[in-house]
């Protein structure tokens, strides 16, 4: 896989606990079965003894050595209970729904995380990604200097020479329409992950017109965008709006953007909303032999990561090596 021994090497210098909230999954089984035994990783599952080792049993996975943590007989659930009201309260839930919330599975994952018990979270291959991410807005919350939580996917296309092309893509899983300064967080954000991915960023604020060849506040919006990033950004490459084809081929950007320093280079895409965004993203993974890794949340207080529910053991493995990297 690409770029993994970097983070790997990381992690085995400080192994990371991670919770994984569907403990009894088969593919949840067989991730934390490899990661236990690279013993690089701390895997928390959530789920009774009984359920989770005989889901393994079953599967044929070896799981000894998992931390296993069953919400309803935790010991400090009543602590967490307290912690989740405070938290909430102004929100006017009593201190009976706030014990009920953090019985599920996703909510007391992310109390874990708050509390200091485990390090990150990897949750959704069952819960929905709203689901997954709605307990880490309310209780990991935004970091400092941020205003909103967001998401890029890193696309790895592998390569016969060993050069793989590897690509950002924001934002594709949060932020359904998103404004022009939150364009600039998500671009910003997905910048500084990129980087971690060893990509040097050259952005593309994308949109269906190439410097004003159409007309519209939805382009007005992505130029605007492009413009504020280059002056938090001023080592950056940035343009915007392009077209994707002129963002890609330097063919087309000879034509349409002929001065624009990333116009045919760009390798961070930056979408003007979830819709083309999620589009955009699965049309680079199904169509053109990408590998999709993420979403990967930025902008949290802690590292929490959804999986898509149609995920398979590799990509729950791979997620967890990146969230555990990044926290
Ligand atoms: C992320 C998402 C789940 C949040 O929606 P929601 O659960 O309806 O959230 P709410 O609007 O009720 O907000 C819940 C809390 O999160 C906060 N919040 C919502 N979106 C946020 C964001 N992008 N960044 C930071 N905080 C956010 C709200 O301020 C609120 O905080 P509070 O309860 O402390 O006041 C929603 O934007 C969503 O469904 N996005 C699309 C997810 C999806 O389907 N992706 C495609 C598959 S990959």
């Known amino acids: 896989m690409f ?16 919770v994984l909230t569907e403990g009894s999954d088969p593919r949840i089984l067989e991730a934390a079965s490899r990661l236990l035994a690279s013993n690089f990783l701390k895997p928390i599952l ?7 080792y005989s889901a393994a049993e079953e599967a044929g996975f070896n799981i000894r050595g998992a931390q296993i943590i069953d919400p309803s007989s935790y010991e400090r ?22 014990k009920k919330t953090v019985l599920q599975g996703n ?6 995380v708050k509390m200091g018990e485990a390090d990150c979270l990897l949750g959704g291959a069952t819960y929905s990604t709203a689901d997954t991410v709605r307990p880490a807005l309310q209780i990991i919350k935004t970091k400092p200097g941020n205003k909103i939580v967001s998401s890029c996917f890193i696309l790895v296309r592998p390569s ?7 690509l950002a893509m924001a934002d594709c899983a949060i932020n359904i329409k998103p404004t022009e300064d939150e364009l600039v967080e998500i671009a910003h954000e997905t910048i500084e992950c990129g980087k971690i991915f060893g990509i040097d960023p050259k952005v593309a604020f ?10 519209g506040e939805d382009l007005d ?14 080592d950056v490459l940035i343009d915007g709006e392009l077209q994707f084809d002129a963002a890609v081929s330097p063919r087309v950007a000879r034509q349409k953007a002929p001065d624009s320093p990333v116009a045919g ?13 999620n589009i955009g993203y699965k049309i680079a993974q199904r169509l053109g032999n990408f590998e999709a890794y993420g979403p990967i949340l930025l902008g949290l207080n802690a590292q929490v990561n959804d999986l898509s529910r149609g995920c398979n053991a590799l990509e729950v493995y791979s997620m967890a090596i990146i969230t555990a990297a990044l926290s």
């Open 3 to 18: 770029g993994f021994g970097a983070m790997i090497a990381k992690l085995k210098k400080d192994p990371k606990r991670i």
């Open 46 to 52: 959530l789920g009774t003894e009984e359920e989770i």
């Open 77 to 98: 659930i009543d602590e967490m209970a307290g912690q989740f009201y405070e938290l909430r309260k102004s929100k006017g839930i009593t201190p009976e729904m706030a």
């Open 107 to 112: 909510y007391f994952g992310t109390m874990l």
């Open 160 to 166: 016969a020479t060993g050069e793989n092309e590897v």
């Open 206 to 215: 994308l949109s269906y017109s190439t410097f004003g060849s159409g007309q």
């Open 221 to 234: 919006k992505m130029k605007n965008a492009a413009e504020k990033t280059k002056e938090i950004c001023p």
């Open 265 to 277: 280079y760009a390798n961070v895409f930056i979408f003007p909303d979830i819709n083309s965004g």
